[in-house]
C-alpha cells in the first residue's frame, strides 16, 4: 500500500526512448514499425528494439512493448511474424488490447507478461477478473472510470496490477475507440491511423434536431457563431494531485500518454511526475510546483476529466505566446566547458536560459555563463531552430541529453504568467 506506483512513460522512438530514462521513468512503452496504435511514429525495428531494451535495463528501467490494435483478420499472420521475433528479445511485457492477440501470445511467448490495454475497455471488476484469470498480469484501467469504480476494482480483484493514465491527450470516444478518422479520411484510428478529426477546426453552419417523440420541441440545437473552433476535442488529462490516491490504493503503474508528442514536451512532463512522486515518498508533495511547470506545456486546458465526481479544470491552457520555448538539446560534449547544441527555437544570446536538470531543477544561466558559436567559430547574439552550434558553458550539471529553455521571470505577484 505504501509503494510508489511505477512511472511508465511513452517512447515512440530511440530519442524519445533516451529523453524518458534520463527524466525518470522507471519504464517505457513502445511500439514496433506496425501494428500498434500509433502507425505516424518513427516506432522500433527489431534491432533497434534490441538495444533499446538493453539501454532501459542498463538504467535499471522496463520496456513494454505495444502490440494493441484491433486487429483484422489480414493482420494475424503480421502478429504471428512479430511474435516469433519477440520472443527472443527480453522485454518486459506486452501490451494488447484484442482478446485473440492475447491468446497468441500467451501461447507462443508464455514467457513474456501480458499488459491489457486500455483499448479493451477493462470498467468492471468481472472484465478485470477475465483478464487475470486468462493470465495477463496487468490491466489499464479503462479511462470513463472515476476514483470509487477504480478502487472497487482493485479490491475486487487480487492478483492483477492496475495501470492508469494520469496525464496527457484524452479521446472522445470509449477508451479511444473511435470511427472519426475512418469516416472522415478513411484512416482508422483503431488500427495506428488516426488523423485526429477531433483536433480539427469545425464551424457550425446550421443544425437542429427535433425528437420523433417530441413534436415542436428542439431537442437538440447547434449555434452558429462565425467561427472555427475545436468543437469536438476534449480537455487533456492531469491527475499529478493525486497521485497520493493512487499510491494508497496499490496503483501499479501511471501512464502518461504521448508517444508522438516531442522530446522536450516528454522530458517535461517525466521530470513532473517523477519529482512529484519522489516528493511524495519523502513527504514533501509540491502540487503548486508541478501545474507550474505543466501550464507553460498545456495548448488545451487540463482536466480531472472522470477521475473526479465532476471533471475539474485543473489549469487553462496558456497563449503559445506565454510558454518557455526549449531552445536547445545538449548532444555530446565538445571540449573543457563546450557542448555541441541542436537549436530546437531561435533565441538571442543576450537572455537568460535555464536548463532542465531532473528533480525540476531549473538552474538559470545569465548572458555571462554561456557563449554560442558557428561551426566556423564565430560568436553569435542569436541562433535560429535547426541549427548545430557549439555552446560555452561551464556549470557544473549540464551534460547530454538535457533540455534549455528560455528563462522568463516570475511576475511581480510570484505568480506564473
Not at 515512440?12 to 496504435?37: E, F, I
Not at 496487468?138 to 480483484?157: C, D, W
Request: glycine fraction near 8%; include cysteine.
Amino acid at each position: 500500500m505504501n509503494t510508489l506506483p511505477e512511472l511508465l512513460a511513452p517512447a515512440g522512438n530511440p530519442d524519445k526512448l533516451a529523453t524518458a530514462l534520463a527524466y525518470g521513468a522507471d519504464a517505457v512503452y513502445l511500439g514496433g514499425r506496425a501494428l500498434s496504435l500509433r502507425a505516424k511514429t518513427e516506432g522500433f525495428s527489431f534491432p533497434e528494439l534490441r538495444s533499446a531494451v538493453e539501454l532501459a535495463h542498463g538504467r535499471g528501467a522496463k520496456v513494454y512493448f505495444a502490440l494493441n490494435l484491433l486487429a483484422w483478420e489480414q493482420h494475424l499472420s503480421i502478429v504471428e511474424s512479430y511474435l516469433e521475433e519477440l520472443a527472443s528479445i527480453d522485454v518486459d511485457a506486452l501490451i494488447i488490447a484484442d482478446p485473440g492477440i492475447a491468446a497468441m501470445a500467451m501461447k507462443r511467448v508464455p514467457h513474456i507478461p501480458v499488459h491489457i490495454s486500455t483499448q479493451a475497455n477493462t470498467s468492471n471488476s468481472a472484465a478485470a477478473a477475465f483478464w487475470r484469470d486468462l493470465g495477463a498480469r496487468r490491466v489499464n484501467v479503462a479511462r470513463e472510470l472515476g476514483a470509487p469504480a477504480i478502487r472497487a476494482m482493485v479490491s475486487k480483484v487480487p492478483g492483477l496490477e492496475f495501470e492508469i493514465f494520469v496525464h496527457g491527450a484524452m479521446c472522445m470516444a470509449v477508451s479511444g475507440r473511435c470511427l472519426l478518422s475512418s469516416h472522415l479520411t478513411k484512416r482508422s484510428g483503431n488500427l495506428g491511423h488516426c488523423t485526429h478529426p477531433c483536433r480539427f477546426d469545425y464551424t457550425v453552419t446550421a443544425v437542429r434536431l427535433e425528437e420523433r417523440l417530441r413534436p415542436g420541441e428542439d431537442t437538440w440545437e447547434v449555434r452558429d457563431r462565425g467561427e472555427f473552433s475545436q468543437v469536438m476535442a476534449a480537455e487533456d488529462l492531469c491527475l499529478v494531485k493525486y497521485l497520493n490516491w493512487f499510491r494508497a490504493n496499490g496503483i501499479a503503474s501511471l501512464k502518461i500518454e504521448g508517444r508522438m508528442k516531442t522530446p522536450s514536451y516528454l522530458a517535461q512532463v517525466t521530470d513532473v511526475y517523477r519529482t512529484a512522486l519522489d516528493d511524495l515518498a519523502a513527504g514533501t508533495f509540491r502540487p503548486g510546483l508541478y501545474l507550474e511547470e505543466l501550464q507553460q506545456l498545456a495548448t488545451r486546458p487540463l482536466s480531472s476529466a472522470f477521475f473526479t465526481p465532476s471533471p475539474v479544470t485543473v489549469l487553462p491552457a496558456l497563449s503559445r505566446a506565454l510558454t518557455k520555448n526549449i531552445v536547445g538539446r545538449i548532444i555530446e560534449p565538445a571540449g573543457p566547458g563546450a557542448w555541441v547544441m541542436d537549436v530546437k527555437h531561435r533565441f538571442e544570446t543576450d537572455a537568460p536560459l535555464e536548463i532542465l536538470l531532473p528533480g525540476l531543477r531549473r538552474p538559470v544561466l545569465a548572458p555571462a555563463d554561456y557563449g554560442a558559436e558557428n561551426a566556423e567559430g564565430l560568436r553569435l547574439n542569436a541562433a535560429h531552430g535547426g541549427m548545430r552550434v557549439l555552446l560555452r558553458c561551464d556549470h557544473p550539471d549540464i551534460a547530454p541529453g538535457l533540455f534549455l529553455r528560455s528563462h522568463l521571470p516570475a511576475p511581480p505577484d510570484g505568480r506564473t504568467p
